[in-house]
């Protein structure tokens, strides 16, 4: 009876019939109230989105995969604390983590979380020692800013611990397997499968959270069958004979659908890889973006009007150039022709075969050795003999697993093919993960040229082209990106992807119709994801109604309060609607989520600096500065700071710095003729002007700054003309204001108008 239901619990699962699984798993409790069976439960509740459930069926177990569970219901549920104590118990500070590294990227989760940066490095470095084919946990180092360079992660070390854990573990399986095990888990496979790779899917709804939904589990070096009580049945309880052997080593993955009599126990028992569950596993919330691209537009008032909320609409991922021939808006730095999108460039890389070595027998030299003694040492043979035959063992095993078939995904595949797989998929890795890195680097540059060199087919797929869009965000050049993001929504309408910072690029270029065609196809595909309620938000901001946009932000962060860049965008809108207090504490929100999420270290000093806050000001330009030293605006804004202490030589110098950055971007220029005209240095400042007047020829406080130059220097025609051409270029009703203001004031001397 408890087999029968064991299996169709299972066999629900797989078809993804949760209710029914749960019924019948509760049947099967009520019968057999063992902790296996509690633990299948479990998992039920969990892929049926019901952690609290799990949540209480599992306090205060004691089994590893049990402890597992629970902490992924209590990540689920925000209790971070208890995950934690369940994954490292306080009383046994040696226990190991369970699940491997699927267990240690959920604790490297807990910890970031919990602002203990230096513990989830250690446990994400942990989990890819352990199985480095888990992506998630590199990126996870990414976005903390402590990833290591991606060919030392995903090298020749990491190809053996593939192979150790594909071949080796499969090697001695089968030696150690017999007939009747085959027999055993031919009758038995459909129970012990536990889901199907489809079923994986399922973990969209868990949040950040790595899970191990595959039956048998090695957990501290034991194996312990959870996808039933089979265990109680006599003839299921042969051991694993590599319990002992793989403790802290990912066992392999599932074998499915392997052919009549081709799977044997020991197999079964060591099929429970935390990685199989890692790949899975919902990225964690990471996106921060700063917008540059408002603050473009020249202000006397320090660039108001275009407004500080969007210049921290700033993407931080990586991206690639999407069209060669259009013409960057606001481009910054230099842009690459993008031969990928679209394009039919094919990079041709060559795969390193991994051999295994072979050991030497050195029998020979013993026994000319012995020939020469009189007295032949018995004892130095029998060692030569016992050094040769297993010299000849360690031959026939490495020949044995290049030429033996293993069940590997459901198919049979050759060793031989598993050391150029590892090694084939270990390179488009190392492109994949080097990309990443740079980006959360902001080597934006740097990042497209790595994108580049993927393979056609991988380069022109959804995620690697929202990557693309976001690094062309990145460097300010929305054209490029709006190519990118439109290329991506094509091969993936259905994906989310990127496309919070895809409404942001939208907005930028007034794309108001794009926008909210946008909106309403995210939301129609998915209500409950955030990226669609930043896209609504973004489309009610660009017209102006702030409180209506707000609202959606705060949307987006009740559904993932985890999602650094919705609490960025709430604090732009209360920016927006001069509610400064709680812009202050939404940023605060997004760097307790992310403390790398420069965008809002920015949107703090643009709030201090309105308020003329300007130490603090400064404080917080300067950490995004840290954060991201290659934002021309952020050093703009940072020397307007300095500029305000009257550190102004100290600003000009950051001047400079922003002005090489982006050549393009005239809001350095304009400050720097501003910082120039208060040292009186008005020849050097009118230099700057006429240059930055070939760049923003319609730009209207470029004139109007000119007029006052040539006021101070006593050249009242010359000011009349550009503070008449100033009004000709339609400023806002508060710059118009001011300029006619100084018109009326042009013939009253600089000392009168200071005491007026």
């Known amino acids: 009876m408890e087999a029968i239901l064991v299996d169709c619990v299972q066999k629900s699962l797989r078809h993804f019939m949760h209710s029914n699984a749960v019924f019948l798993c509760q049947r099967l409790c009520a019968e057999f109230p063992t902790e296996t069976n509690l633990q299948l439960l479990a998992k039920c509740y969990l892929q049926n989105n019901q952690a609290y459930c799990t949540y209480h069926i599992l306090k205060g177990a004691q089994m590893a995969q049990s402890r597992y569970l629970f902490a992924i219901s209590c990540f689920q549920m925000g209790l971070l604390s208890e995950a934690e104590a369940a994954l490292c118990p306080a009383n046994e500070p040696s226990v190991e983590v369970p699940n491997g590294a699927a267990g240690h990227y959920l604790l490297g989760l807990i910890y970031r979380y919990t602002d203990r940066r230096k513990s989830a490095i250690h446990n994400f470095k942990q989990a890819l020692s352990m199985d480095p084919l888990m992506w998630a946990a590199y990126e996870e180092l990414c976005i903390l800013g402590a990833a290591e360079d991606a060919t030392a992660v995903f090298g020749e070390a990491a190809a053996l611990c593939i192979q150790k854990q594909y071949l080796h573990c499969s090697t001695s ?228 697993q290049e030429t033996a078939n293993f069940p590997i995904g459901g198919q049979i595949v050759s060793g031989s093919k598993v050391i150029s797989g590892a090694s084939e998929i270990l390179t488009i890795l190392r492109i994949f993960g080097e990309g990443c890195r740079l980006s959360y680097l902001y080597r934006c540059q740097d990042a497209l040229d790595t994108y580049m060199k993927l393979p056609h087919k991988h380069y022109n797929t959804g995620w690697v082209l929202s990557q693309v869009g976001k690094v062309y965000f990145e460097l300010v050049d929305y054209l490029e990106a709006e190519q990118a993001f439109g290329l991506a929504r094509q091969i993936m309408p259905y994906s989310l992807e990127g496309m919070d910072v895809y409404s942001t690029v939208l907005y930028h270029l007034k794309e108001d119709m794009k926008l909210s065609y946008l909106a309403q196809e995210l939301i129609s595909t998915d209500r409950l994801a955030p990226q669609s309620w930043c896209a609504m938000g973004n489309c009610y901001s660009l017209q102006k109604d702030h409180e209506t946009a707000l609202k959606n932000f705060q949307r987006a962060v009740q559904l993932n309060p985890k999602f650094a860049y919705a609490h960025t965008l709430c604090g732009h809108e209360y920016v927006a609607l001069e509610d400064f207090e709680n812009g202050i504490k939404c940023y605060q929100s997004a760097l307790r989520v992310d403390a790398r999420h420069y965008n809002a270290w920015y949107g703090l000093g643009m709030v201090y600096l309105r ?146």
């Open 611 to 756: 308020q003329e806050k300007f130490e603090f000001s400064e404080h917080h330009f300067r950490m995004a500065f840290h954060i991201n030293p290659r934002s021309s605006v952020i050093m703009s804004y940072l020397g307007t700071a300095l500029h305000a202490l009257k550190r102004s030589e100290e600003a000009l110098m950051v001047m400079e710095k922003a002005i090489l950055a982006d050549k393009k971007n005239p809001l350095p220029m304009y400050q720097k003729a501003n910082i120039l005209i208060s040292l009186e240095k008005f020849d050097e400042a009118l230099e700057v002007l006429e240059e930055l007047k070939e760049h923003a020829p319609r730009e209207s406080s470029v004139y109007a700054l000119m007029g006052r130059i040539y006021k101070r220097r006593n050249m009242h025609e010359r000011a009349m003309l550009h503070y008449g051409i100033s009004l000709d270029l339609k400023p806002s009703a508060t710059d118009a204001a001011a300029i006619k203001a100084a018109i009326e004031k042009l013939h009253v001397p600089d000392e009168m108008e200071d005491n007026l």
């Open 173 to 400: 399986s089968k030696l150690h397997s017999s007939a009747e095990d085959c027999n055993i888990v031919d009758t038995r496979h459909s129970a012990s499968e536990d889901t199907s790779p489809r079923q994986l899917k399922l973990m969209q709804s868990m949040k950040d959270i790595p899970g191990n939904h595959h039956g048998p589990s090695i957990l501290g070096g034991t194996a312990q069958p959870i996808n039933s009580g089979l265990s109680n049945i006599s003839f299921y309880n042969t051991p694993s004979p590599m319990a002992a052997q793989l403790s802290g080593v990912a066992p392999p993955p599932l074998c499915r659908n392997v052919q009549p009599n081709g799977q044997n126990l020991s197999s079964l028992n060591a099929d429970t890889s935390p990685k199989s569950t890692v790949n899975s596993t919902i990225q964690a919330p990471r996106r921060k973006f700063v917008d540059e691209g408002k603050l473009r537009k020249i202000s006397g008032r320090l660039f108001s009007d275009s407004g500080p909320r969007r210049s921290s609409r700033l993407s931080s991922d990586a991206s690639v150039n999407a069209n060669a021939n259009a013409t960057a808006v606001l481009g910054n730095g230099t842009s690459n022709s993008s031969k990928y999108l679209g394009g039919s460039k094919l990079s041709t890389m060559a795969f390193r075969s991994m051999t295994v070595r072979k050991g030497q027998s050195w029998a020979n030299e013993n026994a000319d050795e012995g020939i020469r003694n009189d007295v032949l040492d018995d004892s130095r043979l029998n060692v030569a003999s016992t050094t040769s035959s297993s010299s000849s063992t360690m031959e026939a095993k490495s020949y044995e």
